[in-house]
């Protein structure tokens, strides 16, 4: 595929903002700062105004995000907060039900691949007033749009790639994985690696019911994405029955965990994630994801591109969105609060890169000076990705329940071998249908 400029303009990102840092590090507290002062002495004077908010992540994500609320409420004394949030695992699931029912919470963290299907259904509301998006680079500012309309701000930069534990490989001394490694080389890595391992543990993750890892290895091959942008099945059969009995013959090779294990992994928990608790050496991820490993055991994660094969697998996509539910009572309460968030240098010291690398050519150049060692390996993984990027598919208008629950139930029926891998195919064509 050709190489996309927009694509790249956001792995770019990093490097502009360190530039620009010391125009606007210091010029960023003025306007902003008395806007602020104005708006605080406004709502204190306006009625009591309760915002609920929902988002998943880790803990770290939590901690700042809560502080962050707890300032704004400080600054803006009418205001406070009814937080949900949770890690991703039945994220998806919950969100779905509270739409449905015309009960989502007023702030709403969405993933780009859901976009479509909620704006598509009006159940967002339009966000084209009331937020400065003057110093987000127009690609990702138009990322939150579906039909030319915005309905959704982008939080951070990102990029899909894997997450490794640094730590453990070297102590195995086997080669470790890098950023030109191909599908063939990762999965010779986990074979090379479970030689040396105990027996307990295990060097990959089992991806039979991963429709993420799935997606990175049909675009690779060149199949595109198993569901397109305009909502048609794409996944190609020949392509799934390989990946799927390639894991089969990883199981049996004790190189990815039993179903029984791999079934109680949860994304970025302390205890649960497999890769967290030292079960396994490498799992897929987003740049944005990494401070919350990085906090838990500091210095022992490294990031890497997916891998390749015809070509590249990874891509670049905002790391999540603040949305507004149509169905808000707060809409405009809602759009101030985003708009602090994304803009204000306050926010942005307690909130850091715990979304990404901010979306705020502004904030960014703020925070640059002081990046962490994480911070700088989510803007290495986004640089990396950058020239050889696959344009990010958004999701099409009906399908989250499909990528985000039918496809997982179909794939571990096949892993406990409850159905044959043709079979597992066979179901997921049978319930595309029911949305297309």
């Known amino acids: ?53 929902m988002w998943w992540g880790s803990q770290a994500r939590h901690d700042a995000t809560l502080k962050a609320l707890d300032l704004y409420t400080k600054s803006h004394p009418n205001v406070t907060f009814e937080p949900e949030f949770s890690g991703i695992d039945g994220y998806a699931d919950k969100l779905a039900t509270l739409a449905s029912a015309k009960n989502a919470p007023d702030i709403i963290q969405m993933d780009p691949k859901w976009l479509a299907d909620y704006a598509g259904r009006n159940q967002l509301a339009d966000l084209s007033t009331g937020i400065r998006t003057d110093d987000i680079d127009k690609s990702l500012l138009d990322s939150g749009k579906y039909k030319d309309k915005l309905y959704a701000i982008a939080l951070g930069n990102n990029a899909n790639g894997m997450i490794y534990n640094k730590n453990a490989v070297d102590k195995l001394g086997i080669t470790p994985p890098n950023n030109d490694w191909t599908w063939d080389q990762y999965f010779q890595f986990g074979k090379d690696a479970k030689a040396k391992l105990e027996k307990d543990k295990y060097a990959l993750m089992d991806a039979t019911a991963d429709y993420d890892t799935y997606t990175s290895y049909q675009v690779s091959q060149g199949k595109g994405y198993p569901v397109t942008a305009d909502g048609k099945f794409n996944i190609d059969k020949e392509t799934w029955l390989g990946f799927i009995n390639k894991y089969t013959e990883l199981r049996k090779e004790g190189v990815v965990p039993p179903p029984e294990i791999t079934t ?51 891509w670049l996509k905002p790391s999540m969105f603040w949305s507004v539910s149509a169905d808000s009572k707060y809409a405009e309460e809602s759009k101030k609060f985003i708009d602090w968030f994304v803009n204000e240098n306050a926010a942005a010291d307690i ?51 499909f990528t985000s629950k039918d496809y997982k139930d179909v794939g571990e029926k096949v892993l406990f071998g409850k159905i044959t891998p043709e079979a597992g195919y066979d179901e997921l064509v049978k319930k595309a249908k029911d949305y297309q």
């Open 1 to 53: 595929m050709k190489k996309n400029k927009k694509l790249q303009q956001w792995g770019l990102l990093l490097m502009a903002g360190v530039l620009a840092s010391s125009l606007t590090a210091c010029g960023s507290n003025g306007k902003t700062s008395e806007a602020s002062s104005a708006s605080s002495s406004n709502n204190a004077a306006s009625k009591p105004v309760k915002l609920r908010i």
């Open 264 to 314: 109680t992994d949860i994304e970025y928990d302390a205890k649960m994630d497999l890769m967290n608790n030292g079960t396994v050496l490498i799992r897929r991820t987003l740049a944005a994801i990494f401070p919350g490993y990085e906090s838990l055991k500091p210095g022992a994660f490294m990031l890497v591109k997916t891998p390749k094969a015809a070509q590249a697998g990874g």
């Open 351 to 401: 909130l850091t890169t715990t979304r990404g690398i901010p979306v705020s050519n502004k904030i960014l150049a703020y925070l640059t000076p002081n990046f962490t060692a994480a911070d700088k390996q989510q803007g290495e993984l986004i640089k990396n990705v950058a020239p050889d990027a696959q344009p990010f598919n958004p999701g099409a208008k009906g399908w989250t329940n």
